[in-house]
């Protein structure tokens, strides 16, 4: 067998900045993930378009090498995969020892979950929206800065990520604004909230558990819809959009010269949108998603609104800009779900019959309420998968 030590190869390495820079431009790319058929299972990398990714555990190439060499292809490029870093340098190693080009990734997956890209979305005098993006899992988050204050939207909980821009621009974050309960990623909300003098808000209806009704255990300031809450030269309002969750709000923040930007958190994504089955009221949930994209929406955007999701679905929806945010131009005449007539219609679209809930919902709503804590080894194994939260459009 060979060991890690006897090989001295000088093996290439992939950083996640460079792998999503692959990814964005479509270069050939050959994955071998060396994690268990678990973990390869629950997430995996993906690009604009399906990456080809062969699955052979660590375990198979210490048990018997030349066998899974063997099942390796040796006519391209090899990237390899593990969970840190350490098994995946070891075969690549191993591949290069006989003559197929390969190369890993830094930090393995961990490091892959850990990858944010920050893109600036708008940048005027009256000030700037920065989106904050973590490919890994679709999550989207907004930093809206305006003389000398910060705004947070959605926030993960890597909070330092928006302390940092705030920073940079000398603004204080002075208030975090959540769109909804979230049920299949975590929130950092209270985190920054308990920072300085910054206030959370969200709305009372998902302040409580969407199946015991329990209420959370956390401070904020209710948002019922319809509130205009200052911030800079800007106006950021509060809408009520329930559907995805009972108390959805979307916030449109509206600039001095009349530039008008929606924040739809999960209710409405560039290429699917919020499912309405995740607390068993799939039916009456759908209702009210309908009335909120075929009413609330129409009062609330015109073809120039840009639209900014709090989850993506695919790099896809990456644009030129490197932003995930859309005119609604581009989505009025092509969305399915703006396209559905009734309910009925959009119940079928949102709530495919073979779209299981996951099992994690219920931690996720726990945890976000304040009802449940968790270890930083358990916040990381709960957010190892994408959001199974969100309707994706297979078209």
């Excluded at 900014?308 to 679905?313: N, T």
């Excluded at 779209?355 to 990381?380: I, P, Y």
Aim: charged share 20%.
């Amino acid at each position: 067998m060979t060991t890690l030590e006897h090989l001295q190869t000088g093996v290439g390495v992939l950083s996640p900045a460079e792998l999503y820079a692959e990814l964005l431009a479509e270069r050939p790319l050959m994955i071998l993930d060396v994690r268990n058929e678990v973990e390869n299972a629950r997430n995996r990398v993906r690009g604009r378009q399906p990456i080809p990714t062969l699955n052979i555990p660590y375990f198979e190439f210490i048990e018997d090498e030349e066998q899974a060499i063997a099942r390796v292809p040796a006519d391209r490029p090899i990237t390899v995969i593990c969970a840190k870093e350490g098994s995946s340098q070891y075969v690549a190693e191993l591949l290069i020892a006989r003559g197929i080009v390969a190369r890993y990734l830094m930090g393995g997956f961990r490091a892959w979950l850990d990858f944010h890209v920050v893109n600036e979305v708008v940048n005027a005098p009256w000030g700037r929206i920065v989106q904050v993006f973590r490919p890994s899992r679709g999550d989207l988050s907004y930093v809206i800065i305006s003389a000398g204050e910060a705004a947070v939207i959605d926030p993960g909980l890597q909070i330092h990520l928006y302390q940092e821009i705030a920073a940079a621009a000398q603004a204080d974050v002075t208030r975090v604004l959540l769109t909804h309960l979230a049920a299949g990623r975590l929130s950092g909300g209270t985190l920054l909230a308990g920072t300085r003098h910054t206030l959370l808000y969200m709305h009372p209806y998902d302040a409580l558990h969407p199946r015991t009704l329990l209420p959370a255990r956390l401070d904020y300031m209710p948002l019922l819809g319809g509130e205009r809450l200052p911030l800079g030269h800007l106006l950021i309002e509060a809408h009520w959009f329930p559907g995805h969750t009972p108390g959805h709000l979307v916030y449109r923040v509206i600039a001095p010269n009349g530039e008008r930007y929606l924040l739809t958190g999960d209710a409405l994504l560039l290429s699917g949108c919020g499912r309405t089955d995740l607390a068993g009221h799939s039916v009456a949930w759908t209702e009210l998603l309908f009335r909120s994209l075929h009413t609330t929406l129409t009062e609330l955007v015109n073809d120039q609104t840009l639209i900014l999701p709090s989850s993506s679905v695919s790099l896809a929806e990456v644009q030129p800009n490197g932003t995930i945010a859309v005119p609604f131009a581009v989505l009025r005449n092509q969305h399915p779900a703006l396209r559905a007539s009734d309910p009925t219609e959009l119940l079928a679209i949102v709530n495919p019959p073979t779209a299981a809930v996951a099992t994690t919902v219920d931690t996720f709503w726990q945890v976000n309420l304040g009802l449940r804590q968790l270890s930083a080894e358990e916040a990381t194994e709960l957010e190892g998968e994408p959001s199974r939260c969100i309707w994706v459009n297979e078209e």
